[in-house]
């Protein structure tokens, strides 16, 4: 088990050089959703950047269209002439051209600590939790733009009405989304950090909740003086460090449902595809519609509109006015199409919370038709550790398929595959269908799809890949010849 907020292959507290220092930087994985996005921050900043991948991608195009040499495979000799290596977590240490600048002496940053070189002297607005952090980092940019305020931002996925996951603005915030996985959420040192909720996840790392909110609470300390801690209130969780963060001296803000948050969420209104509520603030208040469905994104758009307004000093009618035209980012609820009256949508949801709240909010925008889906699990850590979780989540669906698990940086563990899941499920009463292949699972929900139907595709591996090939069938489907 990995000590309290301590990486052993990166030290998160360590004073990074300014970006003009940086030289030829290299990125090993730069075609990953959040690499790619830094990757451009480099290039724009003009730096040489160079980069490998393990396979051509819509992001690896994006990335030569922007002047970046992108090769495909690794090689030692791609770290020959560069001053800087960019990896994430999960690139291993036997990675030839990691290796090789271990062994060279060559700076070697995580993804983390080069995107907070990127940020240079700005505000930074970092937002993290288990839950919400990219959509609610995109709200955060999305209603910092409509007011006027011009941000910087670098997200894990791109904004739909954007296209993209970064970019350098005029104004003085940048925002990020600051991931807790690996504890590299502490090289940020936010003057703005948001907490949308605590919960457990990331076990393999962490070993237990306690550590993963001691992470947390490390997070918040790293907040400097006259900062401020913007924190869900209706999450234990997030509750709990926000007390202990306003214990140690630090600004915090609260927000949710909840009767004590600072910001209270009044006259809820949830409609399939959004929702509507009156945000009140002491003896200010502002109404506030989105398009996103289910209560969580609601507030998400809450904790956006508190960044911006008590954060920031944004008109908040401006800010809820921008939040009201958001039309979220790429796998997070994203309609890849529509086949005879039934939707398919592509969600990135992979712990157990994100998937519960998505077949919620699937089950209010289909109304009267049904919730089908594919499920692909995202580590064998986390599926046996939540596959109970996982189960109470997806029973809310008329149909589950699952494929096996997506180990993408573990290997195989004895007993752990979707199997686990499937148990759980019909021990709630629920039932879900075990395939190998994608093909099997694309014809197993078209073959049962109906118009009125919601069809999703849900996990953070491949199987964002079955939404075209679904698309089709349900086109044959209903072809009668």
Not at 55 to 72: C, K, M
Not at 369 to 387: E, N
Request: with cysteine; aromatic share 6%.
């Amino acid at each position: 088990m990995t000590s309290l907020v301590v990486n052993p292959r990166f030290d998160f507290t360590v004073e990074l050089p300014p970006l003009a220092r940086a030289g030829a930087v290299h990125f090993i994985g730069i075609g990953g959703s959040g690499m790619s996005g830094i990757a451009h921050l480099f290039a724009s900043a003009g730096l040489t950047v160079t980069g490998c991948d393990g396979a051509e991608s819509d992001a690896v195009a994006g990335l030569r269209a922007a002047g970046v040499a992108v090769t495909i495979g690794h090689d030692a000799a791609h770290v020959d002439g560069v001053h800087t290596l960019v990896v994430s977590s999960a690139i291993p240490e036997t990675n030839p051209e990691l290796a090789a600048a271990r062994a060279r002496g060559i700076r070697v940053l995580h993804r983390a600590q080069a995107l907070a070189m990127s940020m240079g002297d700005r505000v930074r607005v970092a937002v993290a939790g288990a839950n919400g952090k990219t959509t609610t980092s995109a709200m955060v940019a999305t209603a910092l733009l409509g007011a006027g305020l011009d941000p910087s931002y670098a997200i894990g996925s791109p904004l739909v009405a954007t296209g993209v996951s970064s970019t350098i603005g005029a104004g003085r915030a940048f925002v990020v989304e600051a991931d807790e996985s690996d504890s590299s959420f502490l090289t940020y040192h936010p003057h703005i950090a948001v907490v949308t909720n605590v919960q457990p996840d990331h076990l393999d790392f962490y070993g237990d909740f306690a550590h993963v909110e001691e992470a947390y609470a490390a997070f918040a300390a790293t907040i400097p003086a006259g900062g401020l801690l913007v924190a869900g209130a209706d999450d234990p969780g997030s509750a709990r460090l926000a007390a202990r963060a306003a214990a140690a001296g630090t600004r915090v803000l609260t927000y949710g449902e909840s009767y004590d948050a600072d910001v209270r969420i009044e006259d809820v209104i949830l409609t399939g595809a959004g929702g509507a509520a009156r945000v009140v603030a002491g003896d200010q208040g502002v109404d506030l519609r989105i398009a996103a469905p289910g209560r969580h994104n609601l507030a998400n758009a809450v904790a956006a509109l508190t960044v911006g307004w008590f954060g920031l000093g944004a008109d908040p009618a401006a800010l809820a006015k921008a939040l009201e035209s958001f039309v979220g980012t790429r796998r997070r609820f994203e309609v890849k199409g529509t086949v005879r009256g039934i939707t398919v949508v592509d969600d990135y949801a992979h712990n157990a919370p994100k998937v519960a709240a998505l077949v919620s909010a699937a089950r209010a925008v289909a109304g009267d038709g049904a919730v089908r889906l594919v499920f692909q699990p995202h580590l064998y850590s986390r599926t046996r550790d939540f596959a109970a979780q996982f189960a109470a989540g997806l029973a809310g669906a008329d149909q589950v398929v699952l494929l096996p698990v997506y180990g993408a940086r573990e290997q195989p563990m004895p007993g752990v595959d979707s199997h686990l899941i499937a148990e759980a499920l019909a021990a709630l009463g629920s039932t879900a269908e075990l395939v190998e292949r994608p093909e099997q699972a694309v014809a197993a929900l078209a073959r049962r799809a109906q118009p009125g139907d919601l069809v999703l595709t849900v996990g953070a591996g491949d199987v964002t890949r079955l939404a075209p090939a679904l698309l089709a069938a349900l086109a044959m489907e209903g072809d009668p010849s």
